[in-house]
């Protein structure tokens, strides 16, 4: 079985190079596209924070930079994500509570009705 080779002149390299990076930085774009829709999915939606920070990585290209937001945001969806956790433990805590005070509540008026079927019967006796 022959194979096809195929010889690329060497002064065409560097275009083929660059073509190739091209590419993989489109894959890498896409690949975080993807991933903020995810994250876009898991975010509530809030009023617009105003204009964004400006050079948040030291390269200040666009690549760059979104690499650099793509962190900060993943860093804020981690804190809403424990700060939900910890609402719903709170509220768990709450609901708790109120079974204990309705409990409460039940063994005081079932020692209210004791006591005054006690008195009642002591005095009319």
């Known amino acids: 079985m022959s194979e ?3 010889q690329v002149p060497s002064e065409m390299m560097p275009t083929v190079r660059e073509r190739a990076d091209v590419w993989t930085e489109y894959a890498q ?8 829709n995810e994250m876009a999915a898991k975010t509530p939606a809030a009023e617009p ?10 390269a ?8 650099a937001v793509t962190g900060l945001l993943r ?8 700060n939900e956790a910890g ?5 768990a805590e709450i609901a708790a509570i109120k079974k204990r005070v ?11 009705v004791v006591l005054l079927l006690i008195l009642y019967f002591a005095l009319s006796g």
Do not use: C
């Open 4 to 6: 096809n080779v195929v």
């Open 29 to 36: 774009a896409r690949q975080q596209v993807t991933q903020f």
């Open 49 to 58: 924070a105003g204009d964004p920070p400006n050079n948040l990585s030291g």
């Open 60 to 67: 200040n290209t666009p690549p760059a930079e979104v690499v």
């Open 75 to 82: 860093q804020h969806l981690d804190e809403y994500n424990r």
């Open 87 to 91: 609402i719903k433990q709170t509220q």
């Open 102 to 112: 309705q409990t409460i509540y039940f063994a005081i008026a079932a020692t209210v």
